[in-house]
């Protein structure tokens, strides 16, 4: 018996929400689950990378809806016809929130993924045909096929600069700004650190525009989406940042450990899931622009402290990002809820 799982996204724009369903598909047995995505809204580059892995329906381009797109979702389901319908975000917070209800009132099993931060909308979503999964923190593994990117040299930098990376979604929760201006404190110290930021969002050209206020054009780098990079991305950097306030650790910080790179992070329940203070990373006060400053600026100087929290930091996620629990659980879980 094949089990047909739909795989529903209120924004393929959320890079790290894809990234965690394209790792869950790609490592789930091909012969007895299929796949199919639905996603809400998207752009056509984050499109054009998910129908590389599954089929995927978008309703929209942007994040406007069409006042029809309840009855196209509701269409959708119908069509696809699957015994699983696994949501991994409630979408936007709004509209979708108040029509959820009767957006799942005709379908089969739903399973909500972990990384619904609203408790108190939740609470009024638990219809008998709800579930919540747990979490899936894991590390996409490099793929064959993968053509190596020289990142310096995509940029125009010399080979001897010092990269520091984050991958966020450019909104709120990302606390790119602190990025920025972290940044441009390190510019007077050094004049060969430059920051890389990979992902997408609504936040992009008030991120821009901070940026140039700053004076920091040559030093700050958007690189757009990251979904068709993993560990290659990773290796090429000096230091990670991880300054968000996100309710799970993203893929890119799993994937930044795993290649043993010194990271710093803000002091957050979801950080200190995977990451011990002073020895596999560096957990900072969230917004504290200062310490992370001072720290980046003590790792960069003293290469022997950064180069043995990356390699507490690999040898601890070989371990906890290997995945495969978290991948046979969301199986069994897809087995047993097929069966209801």
């Not at 140039?212 to 989406?225: K, L, P």
Request: glycine content about 6%; proline content about 4%.
């Amino acid at each position: 018996m094949t089990i047909r799982v739909l795989h529903v996204l209120g924004d393929l724009t959320a890079d790290d929400v894809v990234r965690r369903m394209l790792i869950l598909v790609r490592r789930l047995g091909r012969d007895e689950f299929q796949h199919a995505a639905l996603a809400i809204h998207g752009n056509d580059r984050a499109m054009s990378h998910c129908l590389t892995v599954l089929p995927t329906t978008r309703l929209h381009r942007h994040r406007f809806y069409h006042l029809l797109w309840p009855m196209q979702f509701r269409q959708s389901i119908k069509e696809y016809r699957p015994d699983v319908l696994h949501w991994w975000r409630a979408g936007p917070v709004g509209v979708v929130d108040r029509l959820l209800p009767w957006l799942i009132s005709h379908c089969p099993t739903v399973l909500f993924d972990a990384d619904l931060d609203a408790s108190n909308r939740w609470d009024r979503w638990q219809y008998a045909n709800c579930v919540r999964a747990g979490e899936l923190h894991a590390a996409e593994p490099p793929r064959d096929g993968n053509a190596m990117v020289d990142l310096r040299q995509e940029l125009g930098l010399d080979q001897h600069v010092r990269l520091i990376g984050v991958d966020e979604q450019l909104d709120l929760k990302g606390r790119l700004k602190d990025a920025i201006w972290v940044a441009d404190l390190l510019k007077v110290l050094h004049d060969d650190v430059h920051l890389i930021i990979a992902g997408q969002g609504a936040l992009r050209w008030q991120l821009g525009r901070f940026r140039y206020q700053c004076h920091i054009e040559d030093r700050v780098h958007f690189v757009g989406s990251a979904l068709g990079w993993n560990s290659q991305f990773v290796s090429q950097l000096n230091l990670w940042w991880s300054l968000g306030t996100r309710s799970l650790p993203s893929v890119a910080l799993c994937e930044a450990l795993t290649a043993g790179l010194p990271v710093i992070a803000s002091d957050t329940p979801a950080h200190r899931e995977v990451i011990e203070d002073g020895v596999n990373g560096i957990l900072v006060p969230v917004g504290n622009r200062a310490n992370v400053a001072r720290q980046s600026e003590r790792l960069l100087q003293d290469q022997t402290i950064a180069r043995q929290i990356g390699d507490d930091a690999r040898h601890r996620a070989q371990s906890t990002f290997a995945a495969a629990g978290a991948i046979d659980a969301y199986g069994q879980l897809y087995r047993e809820l097929a069966r209801r």
